[in-house]
């Protein structure tokens, strides 16, 4: 995310220590979110989800269609998003819950584990959230098939995207966005 710092002047966000050098010499520090603003971000963010609450429909750019739907659960302490038929026969299910201040998902894969991601990054006034991978269940080592990262697109209450990467042996393999619209 570029950060503006005076009129004409931005700051790119860079690795932890180092710095943007004018060309008159000042220094510029990069910027990382404080842990308040992520802490807020996380929160908004899941307030999101849980208005997603419903039916929807989705779209893959590897050209399927499925039906999802939310539901907030567990009095509201978590957010299960079932995906019917994205692979034929099959069901997946993510969950979406706050651990403290810290937003994170499990996807319980037709590939037979279960990542766990947390939120990493928000961008765009929050309606755009990285999660990145953690750990996960009948993963042995990082290097088997699974799904790594998802960055959501909330476009608006009825609008919603999720690009997911799949990372197996050392790489990210392919990524496919899911466009979702909410059914009436």
């Known amino acids: 995310m570029i950060r503006p710092t005076t009129p004409g002047r931005y700051l790119w966000p860079l690795c932890a220590g180092l710095a943007i050098v004018w060309a008159d010499g000042r220094a510029m520090r990069a910027t990382e979110p404080t842990d308040a603003e992520n802490d807020r971000a996380a929160h908004a963010a899941f307030e999101r989800l849980k ?9 893959s750019t590897r050209g399927w269609a499925e039906d999802v739907s939310f539901k907030s659960i567990a009095g509201g302490s978590a957010v299960m998003e079932t995906s019917f038929d994205a692979h034929p026969n099959e069901t997946m299910v993510t969950m979406f819950r706050m651990d403290g201040d810290v937003l994170d998902l499990t996807h319980y894969c037709v590939a037979r584990n279960q990542p766990h991601l947390k939120a990493t990054t928000f961008e765009e006034d929050g309606r755009k959230v990285t999660f990145t991978f953690v ?12 799904m790594d990262k998802v960055v959501l697109r909330f476009e608006d209450a009825d609008h919603v995207s999720a690009r997911w990467t799949w990372y197996q042996d050392g790489r990210e393999s392919w990524m496919e966005e899911i466009r979702l619209v909410r059914k009436k």
């Open 135 to 146: 750990d996960g269940g009948n993963l042995p080592t990082r290097d088997k098939g699974h």
């Open 51 to 59: 208005a997603l609450e419903g039916a929807w429909r989705g779209e």
